[in-house]
């Protein structure tokens, strides 16, 4: 029957699974790793896209779009860009029966796809700056346990690629654009974040420096890599030899970005603001924002009720909210409010006999469950107002239990008692690499260990003599740590 079998606080991993599935966005595939996304999925990607596409476009950035399939020579051109990520690259050997002269790669991610072309477009500064973007998928052939949307073995994203001819504009960029990044988690899936720096240990290697926007799941104390913006300095310029002609003829290399968000955004939503009844969708991102179902009574005629809901969907509709009736006629109302919370219809407007008598509707909250009766002289901005609500709502119960998930430690002890009750960890730390690998070590074990998350940009007050609580050398920095997915 309807509901869920498994409940979010007692095991989170099946809950979840039952709710990306049963809410119809998921169906799970006979290949390991990959998923397939159904169009309750897709309407949420594309409405996060249709605002990131719109602001890339602001600011002059293009849509491109470079092949799938890598030449090793091209892949492997950098041998430590990649040596730790081989084991993940899927490669083609094969057309029909014939063995492939040379296999060839599947893009994990397209820097070497694309700077090859960079190399050879980007001659003098009027070349310059480069801004491309691509909407596709990437294939990495993950083994720790795959997840819907959080790791999958091929998902779909963004990656942004630009080029300039200083670091001035490229610093400007990556902050720009993670700017971006926390406007889709906060405004768009009422998702808190985190703005921060990412250690050496954790950036992406082959850059200058990594930021990102930071979530927290509560319910498993696993901090989650949003979405990540890299100034990548002129290291894959020197690898790729992009360089150009400044003003007064001097040959210089060009100072790149790379940025990125995927579908692992939607998974991050899921078991932020998901419940027991299912999945709970913020208005911006959900498909269906009002579901109107009638509310038959022995024995009144249906076609006024019918009608009343029809002119319902109409007239919201007309004033931008999207709004369906669900008039089948082979489900009882209590199945219908069950199968529309179970996929996390922000509101319900149920419009009953009695309903019609008051020229009323009665208005269900998803969030909180509030039930309220409305006039249907002053619906529109009724409805408009309590959508408001439930997006605020949402974020706010989730940045609450994302503080009460924070925990400030100062000693190793602190430290490790904040872990094991499944905390994001604030400690003053000595920035030192291999304190930080040190810390991964210690607190190795069977879910994981401790990394670091980010160095918030917003750094709390640290008083001169607070030590590392890893090393208890002077500590530095404030940084966020914690398990992760
Ligand atoms: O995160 C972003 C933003 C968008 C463009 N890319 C960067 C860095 C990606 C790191 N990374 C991540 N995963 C990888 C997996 C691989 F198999 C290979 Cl060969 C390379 C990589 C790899 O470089
Ligand atoms: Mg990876």
Redo the contacts with the bound molecule.
């Keep these: 029957g309807l509901g869920l079998s498994k409940k979010k606080d007692e095991n989170f991993g099946e809950w979840y699974s039952e709710v990306v599935v049963n809410s119809e966005m998921i169906e799970y595939y006979d290949i390991s790793g990959c998923y397939i996304l159904r169009p309750w999925t897709i309407a949420i990607w594309e409405t996060m896209q249709a605002f990131f596409d719109a602001e890339i476009k602001k600011m002059k950035i293009k849509n491109c779009y470079f092949p799938l399939f890598v030449s090793p020579s091209v892949l492997e051109r950098e041998k430590d860009h990649i040596e730790g990520?081989a084991p993940?690259v899927a490669w083609v050997t094969k057309s029909g029966k014939s063995d492939l002269e040379v296999p060839i790669a599947i893009r994990p991610t397209s820097e070497t796809v694309m700077y090859p072309y960079f190399a050879k477009w980007i001659r003098g500064h009027r070349d310059l700056p480069l801004k491309l973007n691509q909407w596709c998928n990437v294939v990495?052939w993950?083994f720790s346990n795959p997840t819907p949307f959080i790791r999958s073995r091929e998902f779909l994203w963004q990656e942004g690629h630009t080029a300039f001819a200083t670091k001035a504009e490229a610093d400007e960029e990556v902050l720009e654009i993670l700017e971006l990044y926390r406007r889709i988690y906060e405004d768009y899936l009422a998702v808190p974040v985190v703005k921060g720096k990412k250690s050496e240990n954790e950036k992406f290697a082959g850059g200058l420096y990594t930021t990102s926007v930071e979530a927290f799941i509560p319910n498993t104390g696993r901090g989650v890599q949003g979405a990540t913006s890299h100034c990548l300095g002129q290291n894959f310029a020197k690898m790729f030899e992009i360089n150009f002609e400044n003003e007064n003829r001097e040959k210089g290399m060009v100072w790149q970005n790379s940025w990125a968000y995927s579908t692992r955004t939607i998974g991050v939503m899921v078991m932020v603001h998901g419940d027991d009844k299912g999945l709970v969708l913020p208005p911006k991102v959900a498909a269906i924002q009002a579901i109107v179902v009638p509310v038959p009574y022995k024995n009144t005629p249906m076609e006024e009720i019918y009608d009343a809901c029809l002119k319902t969907v109409d007239t919201l509709t007309k004033a931008g909210i999207r709004a369906e009736a669900d008039l089948s006629d082979n489900q009882t109302p209590g199945w219908k409010y069950s199968h529309w919370e179970m996929k996390g219809v922000p509101l319900r407007i149920e419009i009953g006999p009695k309903d019609l008598e008051k020229n009323q509707v009665r208005v269900v909250r998803r969030d909180n469950s509030a039930k309220e009766d409305i006039p249907v002289s002053t619906l529109v901005e009724q409805v408009q107002d309590i959508l408001a609500k439930i997006h605020e709502n949402l974020f706010n119960v989730a940045k609450e239990k994302r503080d009460a998930s924070i925990k400030v430690a100062k000693t190793w002890e602190e430290f490790m008692e904040a872990l094991n009750q499944k905390k994001m960890i604030l400690a003053p730390w000595c920035d030192e690499q291999e304190v930080e690998e040190d810390v991964k070590k210690r607190t190795k074990g069977e879910i994981g260990a401790a990394k670091s998350l980010c160095t918030p940009f917003e750094q709390p007050e640290l008083p001169e003599g607070t030590l590392c609580f890893a090393s208890g050398k002077p500590a530095k920095k404030w940084t966020y740590w914690g398990r992760s997915y």
Excluded: K, L, T, V
Aim: glycine share 0%.
């Design positions: 990520f993940e990495r993950e």
